[in-house]
């Protein structure tokens, strides 16, 4: 049986998710896997940090500036988004890097899964 938890530091009940998680692998059940996906937070890496059979930190830096990069120099080429004003540019960039950026975790779960290449 697989158990997959999306986003565990968006979660409302976030201890309580925990604290199932922590009485699931004490149970050291062999037939029980458990995938979950989460920003680093304090609480969740404490919790976990001594349960985990294996973690994979994907949050890097140099993905942010290589997204950044692309979108900046996608905004500086096209003819009709230079003409805009500098601001209005920036504040696109922005919100596409943050959006692009947020995607990219989301699909990194469904590639652990399902061997599946992701193509940007």
């Given at each position: 049986?697989?158990?997959i938890i999306?986003?565990?530091?968006?979660?409302f009940e976030?201890?309580?998710?925990?604290?199932?998680?922590?009485n699931?692998?004490?149970?050291?059940?062999?037939?029980?896997n458990?995938?979950?996906t989460?920003?680093?937070?304090?609480?969740?890496?404490t919790?976990?940090?001594d349960?985990?059979?294996s973690?994979?930190?994907i949050?890097?830096?140099?993905i942010?500036?290589?997204?950044?990069?692309?979108?900046r120099s996608?905004l500086?080429?096209?003819p009709?988004?230079r003409?805009?004003?500098?601001?209005?540019r920036k504040?696109i960039?922005?919100?596409?890097?943050?959006?692009?950026?947020?995607?990219y975790?989301?699909l990194?779960?469904?590639?652990l899964?399902?061997?599946?290449?992701?193509v940007?």
């Open positions: 049986m697989y158990i999306d986003a565990l530091d968006e979660c976030r201890e309580d998710i925990l604290d199932l998680i922590a699931i692998v004490n149970h050291k059940s062999e037939e029980i458990i995938l979950a989460s920003r680093i937070e304090r609480d969740i890496k919790i976990l940090q349960i985990l059979s973690s994979i930190c949050q890097n830096s140099k942010k500036e290589d997204i950044s990069l692309h979108v996608r500086s080429q096209d009709k988004l003409a805009w004003p500098d601001s209005t504040e960039e922005l919100i596409l890097v943050e959006e692009v950026y947020r995607i975790y989301s990194i779960p469904f590639d899964i399902y061997g599946t290449d992701i940007f």
